[in-house]
């Protein structure tokens, strides 16, 4: 068993970003939007990830939505003492933030912190869809993973390029042949990492909450790589993998029960039956984070291309 280690790469991906930083916005202001609308325990501490992170790159983070303004001095970013203050409990409001925030200049990215809140879940689509497309790093929306599988732009929201990238660190890329399954669905992970996937050759197969966990054994038993975000606690376990050393696992699961970290593979159960295998707590955030802020950099690149999406 070998270790997937997201800590080297991190720290050198750091390194790069603050070289983009300097490049590409020198002196400017600038600064990504979160919009937090409550309190979930995990999203709080992936939020504050990405401030801890950020700030090394000499970017702001401003959290909309939370009330932790007190030191801060808003002097060089106009207008936003309009927002900061707001209690937002409409949905309304946020889409008021959120166009401001479209226009802003200083502004380079917005995102809406998921889950949303129940009384926001109805008009989550309305909330996403507002968004620019040049500043949707997070790429929640169609438009930017849209043009991207169509090869106009080179774009892949944080969490799959994060994944991509350790792979290529570790000379894991060559995807040629190889079966890939990938637990569950969605629209902002799995299924932009299963076309990249199917466009470096893979065969891929990819699973949602309703699939046969039967078939589903079958399949990752044949898999070369398993690629698990099903938030299901320790669901991976022995019965998914063939114990002959010969697989990868990636987790990207991350939940906490009793303030620890856990992930979707029980790793103590497997870690000696695999080649490859991620770690809980581990890579995952870290390097998402890194993989978020380069989106900033890969949005500015092609923000000729996103003019013609501005809303």
Same mark, same amino acid.
């Not at 007190?70 to 008021?96: A, C, G, M, P």
């Not at 390029?161 to 000379?171: C, F, M, N, R, T």
């Not at 000696?272 to 950099?297: E, H, M, Q, R, S």
């Given at each position: ?79 936003? &003492? $309009? ?5 937002? *409990? ?6 008021? /933030?959120? #166009? =401001?925030?479209?226009? +802003? ?45 169509? &090869? $106009? ?5 944080? *969490? ?6 350790? /792979?290529? #660190? =570790?000379?894991?890329? +060559? ?68 114990? +002959? ?67």
């Amino acid at each position: 068993m070998q270790l997937l280690s997201w800590k080297d790469l991190s720290i050198n991906l750091q390194s790069n970003l603050q070289s983009q930083y300097q490049k590409v916005f020198a002196d400017k202001p600038v600064y990504v939007a979160i919009i937090f609308l409550w309190d979930d325990y995990s999203s709080t501490v992936y939020v504050n990830h990405k401030k801890k992170y950020w700030e090394k790159i000499w970017i702001s983070t401003i959290v909309f939505g939370q009330s932790d303004f007190d030191n801060w001095d808003f002097s060089k970013f106009r207008n936003l &003492d $309009l927002f900061i203050n707001q209690e937002y *409990t409409e949905v309304h409001q946020v889409i008021e /933030l959120i #166009q =401001y925030l479209n226009y +802003d200049p200083n502004c380079v990215g917005i995102i809406v912190q998921l889950p949303l809140p129940a009384n926001f879940q109805s008009s989550k689509a309305l909330l996403l869809s507002t968004i620019s497309p040049a500043k949707d790093i997070d790429g929640i929306w169609w438009i930017n993973v849209g043009l991207s599988s169509i &090869d $106009l732009i080179d774009f892949l929201p944080a *969490t799959p390029k994060a994944v991509l990238y350790l /792979l290529d #660190q =570790y000379k894991l890329w +060559d995807l040629n042949w190889k079966v890939i399954s990938i637990l569950w669905q969605s629209n902002l992970i799995w299924k932009p990492l299963a076309l990249e996937c199917i466009k470096r050759w893979a065969t891929v197969f990819s699973f949602n909450e309703n699939s046969d966990i039967s078939h589903i054994k079958e399949i990752t038993l044949k898999s070369d790589y398993i690629i698990s975000c099903t938030w299901k606690v320790h669901l991976i376990d022995l019965s998914f993998i063939r114990e +002959d050393n010969s697989q990868v696992i990636v987790d990207v699961g991350y939940w906490h029960i009793d303030g620890k970290p856990v992930g979707d593979v029980n790793f103590d159960n497997i870690k000696d039956k695999v080649w490859y295998i991620t770690p809980v707590p581990g890579w995952v955030w870290p390097l998402t984070v890194a993989c978020l802020f380069d989106n900033i950099f890969t949005l500015q690149e092609h923000k000729e291309i996103l003019k013609k999406y501005k809303l």
